[in-house]
């Protein structure tokens, strides 16, 4: 059974800094990529940042383009997320999120093709 726990958010003045941290467990880590989604309330869950299996790759939503940085620790099966520069439209409970496959291109854009998420971690940025 896959199980991701995240852990990290807070909160935070607007210009600050967080880091995400999701520990996976229940399969071989490396060999898939893992991401990042968040959510507010009465929308639904988008996508953030995603790291292929390897760490080589990343991709990022235009929103966060610049100011956060995915990355990964395949000896310890952890995956994290820096979050800089945030503003108040950071806000939300930030999901862990595991793929597809190894490869980047696997991993789903789109909340519904996710087959397993963490329990999530709230991010809160004052202005």
């Known amino acids: 059974q896959v199980q991701l726990v995240e852990s990290g958010g807070g909160l935070v003045q607007a210009g600050g800094s967080l880091r995400l941290s999701c520990a996976a467990s229940?399969?071989?880590?490396?060999?898939?990529?893992m991401g990042w989604f968040r959510q507010t309330p009465g929308k639904e869950r988008e996508f953030v940042a995603a790291?292929?299996?390897?760490?080589?790759?990343?991709y990022y939503a235009d929103s966060v383009e610049g100011r956060f940085t995915i990355s990964r620790d395949n000896a310890k099966n952890t995956v994290a997320l820096l979050m800089n520069s945030l503003g108040p439209e950071d806000t939300a409970v930030y999901y862990c999120?595991?793929?597809?496959?190894?490869?980047?291109?696997?991993?789903?854009?789109?909340?519904?093709?996710?087959?397993?998420w963490g329990q999530g971690t709230q991010v809160t940025v004052s202005s």
């Open positions: 790291i292929s299996g390897s760490g080589g790759s990343t």
């Open positions: 999120a595991s793929g597809q496959g190894s490869l980047l291109i696997t991993f789903p854009r789109r909340h519904k093709e996710i087959d397993y």
């Open positions: 229940g399969r071989t880590f490396s060999s898939y990529a």
